[in-house]
Structures are given as structure tokens and as C-alpha cells.
């Protein structure tokens, strides 16, 4: 059986660092996120907001047009790109870190989406795969963008038992580190699987587990959030196994002081709460 | 005379449990709330609003196209359809609670909606009717969706006399409960009859009131916003009458918190003050 | 020379009466605000919030279409109407209160509306006319909707000087009144000229002058708002002078409270003030 | 070598003034804001916020018409301006300072707003500009507004680069001066140098650094709205030295104060400081 290492409020100390005085945005990162279909702008706006708020240093976000107003009603810190523009092309070799999947649905211009992806993205970007882009994925494995430097899958259980092929209750951590390896091949890959006690398995078969967090977080766009805050994290801090435990940690502790005097957690409280808590345990260095 | 039973703070405690750990959106329900004119969209936000802070796990929100922007500026939490798409019709069955009739008005698009609710409803699911869905029967009786497992009306008074027949100095508890009988025939019904002291009739006979609440609250939307809390508490708490209790209860608990300081009681204050007072509730268990 | 009478708290006290319990919505009033051209929208949104946050029980907002998503991301307590609807003539007979001009405009549109207001008002409702009402009317004294059973005008004193003729150096109370007096005729008429110390003036003679403010207020904004409250006022505590005075004192005495640590006074914050201090003015009845 | 004078907190003082009691918006200038192309739009409602919080009377945005609701949704207190509609340059003579930059893209209607702005401003009026504007102006000198009154130029060390052809590690105080001196030729000109340390020439040589602000700043929109609030400062104080100062160092002040207690300081937040620190340094008059 393959040991679970328990993921500790010290990764946070570890990952979240001052930041030094001379830099500037650049620094910090830039993050492209591609989702939101006319039904799901939500999932969308949600992940911008975890990315924004986990510091990331430029953050474009390709949507359907649909929702452009609504996302810089709330996040005027987000460029915009409508997901049918050409430049999207263009736009996707000048990033550090690409989140692809929330709100993105599965329809033919997702799909295409996924097939632009995988003929621009490079050995130098790391690439989040959440929700839909990972249903159409498991519906055609040739969707995969295998040429990313970095690929991180954040399925919940039933997501990734379509990608992976292992139904839910037979996910073991054997079984999701063999699925991970035969499903990335020649990629350093990271499966973030969802659930009431997230586990990250590395390809290199170390398996993590979360064991904080809490059900009032049993709530649509916790899982977008967390997409979008790992690829914040990502942008800032490097793509390294530490970095991914630190953006799953923190969502679940942000959720935690939340939920202790609210009977939910809505996703979008996680993000508001991010800077403050990432400061003070950057004050702990 | 009919017994009138006061509802009580007890009730909360009985109806808001704390969540258990092993628990993901799935388990707090699906609800989807039909409304929205052209005129009429502030209404069905302000529903969602209620549905997202009494804790329903997942929400769709199906209404005019014009309204998509306002409400993801406010509630990414919500999914939207638009209210014209066909689709609608498909998504129906999934769903454990819906709540029509905020803001719905009283055109062909929302007749339409009704005879789609009428032929897709199922006996498992629960349809709160409100506003002018309830006109809109009241005009026709046909279009009432009788399918469905239990039926909630919550008109206030002259839309009950508008559906019942009964006017509003004659709308007393023994002709409230005969007309609700003669008007759900073979299913589960509850009438919660909106007024200073909001009724809850069963359609066995039983007669609850609701003695708190606030004359600060007589503002449009309240009604809208305890249609959403009423969904959001069955798709968690299942569709039994000491659920439609507590979130009537809950409503005004809130409103009169908020009066202690204000003159006027805005219906998205409400919505925003549930988690915290839900939690206090669940704590007590 | 005319006396003036100073304005005092104890107007708050007088007007707004702590709501008795066995009322609804429809107790406190139905009110309309037009305006919001292509390039104005914000003045309306402003307005709007005056009215809502000053208590106004149902509140409707005929304004161009382009505004209607910014109103209801703010205000989805507010019905709204596209301007060009021809349904919005059958609408204003509904209202008790109408409050005409906050961006509004001086386009085609903007006099057609006036000249359907002309012909719809009735001498039981009462009208606000602000900013560019007040200058299409200048420009054709025909414009006035004469029928209206209460007129209230709120220019600022370049307003007043194009409506009345009488420069700003030549504004005497005398002059004011005489002006006032003139232009009404047969209504009952107040002049509310807005000022850094904003005077009042009814038709019967009588100078009431509002000495509180501060020049943090001078700013884009403040002068709809104070529309929008006159109108909510006039809603729920009926088209006398008091409520008047007490509405133009109310604006003012926010203002300077958050004027107290803030360089500039932004007018939705003055808005969002009301209810708390509309409170405290009633618990003191 | 040239002499640096450190920025201090006491030009706070000198420049923010109490505010005198009689006076309106007029007293605290017009403004218009210039950019926000479909791709930006967000960085036009930020540098409107910086100026609209730093209390300018009266301010205008001219944007693509897809930005107009989440900027009327966010800030009601803006007049909106199609920037593709020919009142425009009518407009332009009517303001005191004219902001032009941030989010404007580099396309061809930037280029057609910059050819107009030329042709309309005057020696009256202060123009500052940013970011996009400055890449213009890079690529064709002759784009450059020559005949305003006053140019502040606020470009980051890249944008800066370009225009003055000195790469960055040659951008020495004496080489920005001789620089600044040839493009401004017969104008008044301030650069305001963005970087870790932003650094103010003015066009008779002297330089001023600003020490204070912190790397949680370097997030994107922190220049917008940086040029935002030099617009809304020299609308109310004058386009003087001072003024410029003064606002370079309040926005890294709120900047600071932000920081204390947030891993990352977002651009709204900033502009949302401001109206109570400003009040601070009035009081201390």
C-alpha cells in the first residue's frame, strides 16, 4: 500500500514567500484562464478570481463574449479575450501557466479550444486541466496537449473516473498513480483529485492528502476556485509539487474560517480571503 | 375554528443540521429557479440570491437573456439558461426543487414555461410556485403542473384571491384550507400565504403562523427572496412542511435582525445575513 | 425681504415615523424615475438608489435599454422599462410619485417622454423634475406637465437661472419666489434650489434654507440622488413640504457624517447611509 | 550627476486642501478618461476609480462601447462616452485634464482618438499620457499632442524605452531629462517614471524619487489607476509640480497601508483608500 504524506500548514510557510522589492508584474507571473460557456460564466469568474486573488502577475481570461461584462464588473484586473478571437493563438505562447476547464462545457468550440492548445503550448508552460476540458478529454484521449512542460489534472472523483476509467470506489491510490503515469506518459504530471479529502499524486508516486476543509464548501465553484488559485500559485511560485499542496492547502483553510461562523462557504469568500491569510504566513518567514 | 400553531425558534434548530463531514454538492440538492422578464429580472436574482445563501448545492437559473449579466455580476455561483432554449426542457428532470414564478410575468414565454413545468415535473420533485406563475393559474387551471411530487404556493393575499376565489377579508384559515384541498387535489400541497403574519397551510389541515417579521420589510423582493429560501432549504433539507417552516421563520428572523438598525430591510440583506444565522442554528444541535 | 426658515433635525423626527405593522409594500408608495440617456445611465442608477435606500415601497425605472443590466447588478430591488416601450404610458398612471430628469438627456426621446408624461400625469400624483427635465422646459414652457396635483423642481441654480430667466447673481428669495409662483400657476409647486446651502421654496411664500452640507458633496451625482429621495420620501410620507424639507436635511446630514473622515462624499454612499439613520429618527418618535 | 530629491510625506499636506464651503463640482475639474479597447476594458475602469476617489468634480470615460456596463455597474458617478462617437471631440475642448492611455490598444481607432486629441486640445489643458498612448506616440512622434498646456507622460520603464529610445539599464536621471527635454520640446512636460521606485522629471530638471510602495503592487491595473489619480489631483490642485507628487506618493501610501495586512495590494483597493486618507492630510491643515 502506498503511504499518504499529510499535508501541513508548514507547506505554507515553505511556499509563500515575501516578496522582494525590486520586481514588478512581470515577476509574478502571467496565467491565461479558458472557460466559460454561455451557461457556466460563473465557473469562469470564479477561477479568475482565485488566480487574482493568490497573486498572480497578469491575468487574461479567454470567455465566451457573454461574459465579459459580468467579469469585469466584478475582476477589472482580468484582460479579456473572446475565446472565438484568432489572437487566442497568439496570445497562448506568452503565458507561464494556462487553467483550462471551468464553466468550459463540451460543446464544438471547446473542443476546438483544446485543439489549439495542444498545437501552441510548450515544454516551458504548465498546464491545469479542470472539469470539462477533462470530460473531453476522457471522451478523446488525442485531446490531451501533451507537448505542456508541467500537466495538472484537478478532477473531482467522478471526473476523473471518466478520464481515468477506474470507477469511484475502486480509486485507490495505486490505482490513480498507475492511471496518472499511463495517462501523462512523458510529461511531469500532477492529479489534484477532489474530494471531501483532496489527494495529490505525483507521477513520481508520492501521494498527499488534505485533511482539512469542510462540507459547507459542498458548494458550486469551490472546484473552479481551486483551479484558479493553483494556477495563481503556479504563476508565482514556480511549477513544483510544493506549490500545488501549498494553493490546496490554503483553500481549505481559507474555507475553514470561513465555515466557522458560516453554514456555507461560497467559493468567491475563499478567494476575498486569500490575500490576508497568504500574508501572514509570508510574515512568517 | 381552525388551531393556528406559532411557529417557533425551535424550529430552526430541528431543520438546519450541521453538515456532515462525507458530503459533497450532490448531497445538498439541485434547484432551478424560472423567472425573469424583460422587466422582471432583478426578481429572479434576487430568488438565487435567497436559494444560494440558504445553502442548495447546485443552482440554475433559467430566465430572459437580458438578465444573464446582472445576475453572474452578482452570483457567479448561479448557471444560467437561457429561458428559450430547449435544453430547458431536458434540464427539468434533473432537478430536485424548482421555483417559478419570480418575476415571470405573464406573457407567452411564460405560459409556455408552464406547459413545459406541467409535462416534464416528475413525483420526485418539488415545484414552488410563486408570483405571477400563480397568476398565471389562476387564469388557467389547466396549467397547473399536478405531476409534480409536492406543490408549495406562495402567493400573498390578492394572489391568493386571484387563484382561490376567495377575497382577501374572506380569506379565512377553514377557507384556505378547503380551497388549497380543492385546488391540489391529489398532491402533497402547501400554501404559504405571504401577509404581516405569513401562513403556512397544510394540505392536511394543519395551520402554522408566523408571528415575527417587520413592516421594514414591506419593500419588493421580500416575497422573491423567501421563494429562493424556501427552494434552497428543500433541496437540502427535503420537502417536508417543517422545512417550509423554518425557511419562512428564517426569512423574518433575518428581517428583524437587520430592522434592530435599519428603517428599511433590502431584500438582499436578507439573503446575505443566512449563512451566519444558519450556522448559529446548527451549532445548537 | 423675505424671512428664511432654518431647516433643523427636528424635521427628521417629525417626517419619518416608525412604519406600523400592519402594512405592505404597497403602503409606501409606487414610484417611477425616468432617465438614463446613452451617455447619463449612471445619474438614473444614482436616483434609483435614493429612492430604494430612502424607503420607497415598490420602485420602477424607465430609462434606455443599454442601462439595464448596470441598474440591476446594483439594484435588483428596481423594476425597469426600456423607455421606448409604449407600455410605459399605461405605467405612469399607476405611480404616486414620478421623478423626472436625472440623466436624462435633451434628445427627441427625452422631450417625447416628457410630452406623454404632459399627458398621463394626474392630480393625484406628484413630480419631480430635475436637471435636464428642468432644461427642456426651459427651452418650451409647453414641455410642463401642468396636471400633475404636485410639482416639485430641483435645479441647481444654473438650471434655475435658464428656467426662470433670473441670473444667479439676481436669485433672490423674492425673485425665486415670484419666478416659482409664475411658472406654476395653478399647481401646488416648491422649488428646491439646490446650493452649497440648497433653499426651499413653496409656492405660498414661505423661504426654508438647509445649512448643513459640505463641499465634499460637490461632486457628479449628489444632486440625483437627492431626487431620488425626495421621490422615495414623497412615496411614503405623502407630497407635503415637510417631507420635502426633511428629505433635502436627511441628504445633507449623511453627507456630513461621512464627510467627517472622508475628503470627498461619493453619492451611493450617501444612499447606502439612509436606512441606519432613518432608523434612528424613528425610534426617537 | 543629478541631484534626486526624495518625495515626502509632507506633500501630502501641502497640496491636499480642506475643501472650501462655497463651492460645487465645477470648482473641482473635468476630466476625461481615454481608453479601454474590447480587450482592456478593465484598465480604463480602474484609472476611472483612481480619479474618481482622488475627488475630481466631473469625469467623463470615453471607452468601447463594451465596457460601459461594468463601468456604470462599478462607478455610476462616470459619464460614458462611446469613443467611436463624434460628439467626442467636441467634448474635449470642455475639459481641464484629459487622461489617455490605459487599456486604449494600439489599433486604429487609438490611433484616430490620438490624431484627434491633437487637433482638439489646447493650451489650457493638461494631458496625461499612458501606457498604449505611449507606444503610439513611439511609433509615430507625430501623434504627440503638442499643443496641450501641460503633458505628463507616464510610462514603465518599457514603455519608456520606446519612446525615448534609451533601453533600461541606460535610463540614467541625466539621460531621462535630455530625453523629456526633446520630446516636450516647447511644452510644459512631466515624466513620471514607473518602476519599483517611480521617479518624476520635470522638463527643468529636477528629478523626484518615491521611496515608499511595495512589491504587492506589482499586480496589473496598479499604472491605470496610478494615472487616474494624477488626472483626478491636477483636476482639483492644478497641474503643477506638487500636485503630480503628491498623487505618485498617495497612491504608494495606500499602497503600503494596503500591504500591512495583504500579500497582494489589488489597484481597487487603492483607489478605494483614498478619500479617507486624503481626509487625513486635509485635517492637518
Known amino acids: 500500500m502506498t503511504d499518504e504524506i499529510t499535508i501541513s500548514e508548514d507547506i505554507l510557510k515553505k511556499v509563500i514567500k515575501l516578496r522582494k522589492s525590486n520586481t514588478h508584474k512581470g515577476n509574478y507571473g502571467r496565467i491565461l484562464l479558458i472557460g466559460g460557456s454561455e451557461n457556466y460564466g460563473g465557473a469562469i469568474i470564479m477561477a479568475t478570481e482565485g488566480a487574482l486573488n493568490a497573486g498572480a502577475g497578469l491575468i487574461a481570461v479567454a470567455t465566451h463574449s457573454i461574459n465579459l461584462t459580468a467579469l469585469h464588473a466584478r475582476d477589472p484586473e482580468a484582460m479579456y479575450i473572446d475565446w472565438k478571437d484568432n489572437k487566442l493563438a497568439s496570445l497562448v505562447p506568452q503565458m507561464d501557466v494556462i487553467v483550462c476547464g471551468p464553466g468550459l462545457g463540451t460543446g464544438d468550440q471547446a473542443k ?17 486541466l479542470d472539469a470539462s476540458a477533462i470530460d473531453l ?116 483553510l481559507a474555507g475553514d474560517l470561513i465555515y466557522q461562523d458560516h453554514y456555507l462557504v461560497k467559493p468567491t469568500q475563499i478567494s476575498s480571503l486569500l490575500p490576508k491569510l497568504m500574508k501572514k504566513y509570508a510574515d512568517l518567514n
Chains 1, 2, 3, 4 share one sequence.
Open 112 to 128: 476546438r479550444l483544446l485543439v489549439m492548445l495542444k498545437e501552441k503550448i510548450t515544454p516551458d508552460q504548465t498546464l491545469v
Open 137 to 252: 478529454i476522457s471522451e478523446d484521449k488525442n485531446l490531451l496537449p501533451v507537448k505542456a512542460g508541467h500537466l495538472i489534472f484537478t478532477p473531482h472523483q467522478m471526473e476523473w473516473q471518466r478520464l481515468s476509467g477506474i470507477r469511484i470506489e475502486f480509486q485507490t491510490d495505486q490505482a490513480n498513480l498507475t492511471a496518472l503515469h499511463h495517462l501523462a506518459q512523458n510529461n511531469n504530471a500532477t492529479l489534484v483529485l477532489k474530494s471531501n479529502h483532496t489527494h495529490v499524486y505525483s507521477e513520481y508516486g508520492t501521494v498527499y492528502v488534505n485533511r482539512i476543509g469542510n462540507p459547507g464548501m459542498a458548494t458550486g465553484g469551490t472546484g473552479d476556485t481551486l483551479a484558479g488559485i493553483i494556477g495563481g500559485f503556479i504563476a508565482q511560485f514556480g511549477p513544483n509539487p510544493d506549490t500545488i499542496l501549498a494553493a490546496v492547502y490554503l483553500h481549505s
